[in-house]
């Protein structure tokens, strides 16, 4: 193996125009809906908007029905996958990549093993299969069912357990844009109408990785896989691969023909919705959070909408009633960047409309100040 100081040096800004070059966040791609969650290998999706928003960032002339349509069409839906948290994947990333990451899901049964004292999670699962598919059934209809055959199991284990084992999907109208739904279940086989198939090849979904996020290292694969282990991976897919060093020294793998723009390409603004993979898919997130306004996204376990200026975190944002967008920045900006800053949140607001209650297109405005906690 060569010695990891005869690799090329990639400083901050170069990974940052770098990511950004493959998040689709440089310039808005003239790209489908269904093929961006497909390339970006899933949005993340605890709340039901950010997808959306994730996409007007990176697609030109996005409109959210575009994603509502393949939601209703169960071309792409809503489950737990990768990090155990629920992403919008496309069909063949629901049906492939949930086995992946199985491993990782059954080990997450066994924080819950006080909880499940006598109860066979074959059994579990079988029962809890049998439920779900016979119709969508909500969380708590299935820890009851549960609970009938285990009355002296923790409930809430109960259900963490039906949720990792089986691959469950949000059936719509839950995630559709505009419409509500109460979070109803059932497996993904049924609301597709296929078999699941055999997991990805791990050093496939390695490459997808890297075309999406790199340059990055084996670590930062697995922060976003929230899978261990995929060291091998790597050396398999080594000779085939550019490799760089980070400017602490971290051994950091791309595909050789993917874009690495220079460091002083412009990078305009844009609004990210909480949540949004770019700030979660890396062990070290300095590429995109500067290390003094980490913890600043985030208040307790709730995530902040966040704003990129010049392609790093520079603020916050939120939505408001009435069609007005509040802008908190971190620091001090130009006046030509605050003009620019505006343009694309007027932009969104025309796009996706300004407030939680009035979610189609609208008219609103854009103003700096402290948002609403």
Not at 12 to 40: C, I, P, Y
Not at 49 to 78: C, I
Not at 192 to 197: D, I, R
């Amino acid at each position: 193996m060569a010695s990891r100081t005869t690799h090329p040096v990639l400083d901050t800004r170069s990974l940052n125009r770098a990511t950004l070059a493959r998040q689709l966040l440089l310039s808005r791609a003239e790209m489908s809906a269904a093929d961006a969650v497909g390339h970006l290998l899933g949005l993340q999706a605890q709340n039901v908007k950010p997808p959306y928003y994730q996409l007007h960032a990176r697609l030109a002339g996005f409109r959210p029905a575009e994603l509502a349509g393949l939601m209703e069409s169960r071309e792409v839906v809503r489950m737990v996958t990768m990090r155990s948290t629920i992403h919008t994947h496309t069909a063949h990333d629901a049906l492939t990549l949930r086995p992946l990451v199985q491993p990782a899901r059954d080990r997450e049964v066994n924080y819950f093993r006080k909880g499940l004292v006598g109860v066979d999670l074959e059994r579990l699962a079988d029962l809890a299969r049998a439920f779900v598919e016979s119709e969508p059934r909500t969380m708590g209809e299935i820890r009851e069912e549960l609970l009938k055959h285990w009355p002296d199991a923790d409930p809430q284990s109960l259900a963490v357990a039906a949720r990792c084992r089986l691959p469950l999907v949000q059936v719509t109208p839950r995630g559709v844009w505009g419409r509500s739904g109460q979070v109803r279940l059932t497996t993904v086989e049924t609301w597709l109408g296929q078999p699941a198939g055999a997991a990805q090849p791990v050093d496939d979904v390695v490459l997808r990785y890297l075309a999406a996020f790199g340059p990055a290292s084996v670590k930062d694969m697995q922060v976003w896989a929230g899978l261990t282990r995929l060291r091998e991976a790597f050396e398999r897919l080594r000779p085939g691969l550019a490799v760089f060093r980070d400017e602490n020294g971290v051994e950091l793998f791309d595909l050789p023909d993917a874009p690495r723009p220079d460091a002083q390409t412009p990078s305009p603004p844009r609004f990210l919705p909480e949540f949004d993979n770019l700030l979660l898919s890396h062990a070290d997130r300095t590429r995109v959070v500067a290390p003094e306004i980490k913890g600043r996204t985030w208040t307790g376990n709730q995530a902040h909408c966040t704003l990129l200026v010049d392609g790093f975190v520079a603020g916050l944002w939120k939505a408001e009633d009435g069609g007005v967008v509040t802008v908190e920045l971190f620091g001090e900006v130009s006046a030509a960047r605050k003009e620019e800053i505006v343009a694309e949140g007027e932009l969104m607001i025309s796009a996706m409309g300004g407030s939680e209650s009035e979610p189609g297109p609208g008219r609103g405005s854009v103003r700096f100040g402290p948002i609403r906690r």
